[in-house]
């Protein structure tokens, strides 16, 4: 079958990541979507909307590369073109958009959510070892911290508070998307701690997920936000076991670095690893649903992360002076 994409959006990330990833995969670009005043990019056509597009109907593929908060109305268009589709995650910042688009995933809709570092060394070294663990007390600690110059913070849609677009929205779908691949999806948040600035630029947060029974007790501990330094890694503890995955949210080709302390005794393991976006890309293209894309496109694993989302949300909003 032949491809015929559309992009849409023109920030950085498709302009810096996605297209040059679509040049050494060889897949052309039939048009970009977006409000820039520009007719082309880089030999490709520049349109306002999908319907300015006259041969539209022969579209196949559609990226859409938007702030979180625009992108619903993007994925039912193009669940009413009955177009393969691949968002940045999260695909929904709230219940009710998920609701909106339900009855598409009864008619065969794809949608794919950009969960890249599933596709990482980092992510499989965690997940074959985890699903090994015998021992279900443990402690999970998840970083991500990115650095910034004598405390200043540019008010991108990282560090804003107020809207759908923060580093809420950018980092948590990852952290609950990781929880739903290894079925952690019964627990509480608690222990929030929230740093501001006094512009109310987001900073830091803080918070902890607890679960308790009769079985096993588990204890996540999540740090995102802004710092000193560059933070990017997971952290587990257990028994007799532990290790450290760094950088583990990756989406870059790279070295992956894994220190472990197993029988008291240490080790390091340095892997080399692909370009995680350009490996989901590429499966994304060229495979169907019949394979490992698949929980990447379950409504079930959409209404969850986008429910913990939403319940993160309310929470913060709780702990908001």
Not at 293 to 299: E, G
Request: with cysteine; charged share 25%.
């Amino acid at each position: 079958m032949s491809i015929e994409l559309i992009i849409i959006g023109l920030g950085n990330h498709t302009k810096n990541k996605i297209i040059p990833i679509l040049k050494n995969l060889s897949i052309p670009i039939k048009a970009i979507i977006t409000s820039t005043k520009i007719s082309h990019y880089k030999n490709i056509k520049i349109y306002k909307d999908i319907h300015s597009i006259k041969d539209k109907k022969t579209i196949t593929h559609c990226i859409i590369s938007t702030t979180p908060s625009k992108q619903i109305k993007y994925i039912k268009e193009a669940a009413l073109m009955n177009v393969k589709t691949f968002v940045e995650k999260p695909a929904f910042i709230s219940e009710e958009d998920l609701n909106s688009v339900n009855s598409f995933f009864n008619t065969g809709f794809s949608l794919t959510e950009g969960m890249m570092y599933r596709f990482g060394a980092g992510y499989n070294y965690f997940y074959s070892n985890f699903s090994q663990k015998k021992d279900r007390n443990y402690e999970l600690s998840l970083n991500f911290i990115l650095p910034n110059d004598n405390g200043i913070i540019l008010n991108t849609f990282r560090s804003d508070i107020n809207i759908k677009n923060s580093i809420i929205y950018d980092m948590g779908p990852y952290i609950f998307d990781l929880l739903w691949t290894v079925n952690i999806v019964d627990y509480q948040i608690s222990n929030i701690k929230i740093e501001q600035f006094e512009n109310k630029l987001f900073k830091r947060l803080k918070f902890t997920l607890k679960l308790n029974n009769n079985n096993f007790s588990m204890k996540i501990k999540i740090d995102i936000g802004y710092g000193s330094s560059y933070i990017n890694e997971l952290n587990f503890n257990s028994k007799d076991n532990q290790f450290n995955v760094s950088p583990f949210f990756w989406g870059r080709s790279g070295k992956i670095n894994i220190k472990e302390v197993k029988a008291n005794k240490d080790s390091l393991i340095e892997i080399d690893t692909a370009n995680a976006l350009s490996e989901m890309l590429f499966e994304w293209f060229h495979s169907n649903k019949e394979n490992k894309l698949m929980d990447l496109q379950s409504f079930n694993r959409y209404k969850f992360v986008t429910s913990q989302l939403v319940n993160l949300e309310r929470e913060i909003y709780k702990n908001v002076k």
